[in-house]
């Protein structure tokens, strides 16, 4: 059930970010709009307006969640094969299941050895030129 979920979320996310989706749902909206008149613009012909994107607003979180939460994953689990591979720090994969707090702590570390290493390439350049 998964993998069918899956890709059924992955297809109708793709397909709902093209233009043709776009241009489907506007000219929906407009004939639903023409078509107030014929209806004497009555509660039933706002209830199908309200309702349909209502529906149709709910199920799409869901599936484009469910892209997002695997689009993430893939993501960090390329950089933390990155990390593991290159010469960066180990402590930093798996960072994202880390509290807020403590996701901050590695930032502000990250920014003290920026710091450090342009205050050591600025000495570098004073003592080589």
Known sequence: MEKTFNRVATVVAHASGRPWAFALCLASVLVWAVSGPVFHYSETWQLVINTGT????????FLIQNTQNRDGAAIQAKLDELIRSGAAKNDFIGIEHLTEAEVEEFRALCVRAKESSERAAVIRHKTTA
């Open 54 to 61: 209502t529906i149709v607003t709910f199920l799409m979180v």
